[in-house]
Nanobody, 120 residues
Framework: QVQLVESGGGLVQAGGSLRLSCAAS????????MGWYRQARGEQRELVTT???????VYADSVKGRFTISRDNVKNTVYLQMNSLVPEDTAVYYC??????????????WGQGTQVTVSS
């Protein structure tokens, strides 16, 4: 069974930094695009950033220049370095991965979510 396990959330003051990690575990053929989404209370889930297996990245305008996504294809892990955090970044952050459980198959997986709270 494929799982995405997240870590690294918490409480930080405005201007601070946090680093999130998400590791894919279980049996699968390959991990394709990985990314992070977030959902603030009362809001819809939104894209934060994605990274392809080859390292191509996409960022939401609201986080450009502050957040950096990276991945380790050997460890099947994606990271999100968040700097210059602002209260508006407060949300539950979800890891997402497009994984091929078998050759020729693709399926979307989600992590359990990790809370990030930025105090003013």
């Amino acid at each position: 069974q494929v799982q995405l396990v997240e870590s690294g959330g918490g409480l930080v003051q405005a201007g601070g930094s946090l680093r999130l990690s998400c590791a894919a575990s279980g049996r699968f053929f390959t991990v394709n695009t990985m990314g992070w989404y977030r959902q603030a209370r009362g809001e819809q889930r939104e894209l934060v950033t994605t990274i392809t297996r080859g390292g191509n990245t996409v960022y939401a305008d609201s986080v450009k220049g502050r957040f950096t996504i990276s991945r380790d294809n050997v460890k099947n892990t994606v990271y999100l370095q968040m700097n210059s955090l602002v209260p508006e970044d407060t949300a539950v952050y979800y890891c997402n991965a497009d994984i091929s459980p078998m050759l020729g198959q693709r399926r979307d997986y989600w992590g359990q979510g990790t809370q990030v709270t930025v105090s003013s």
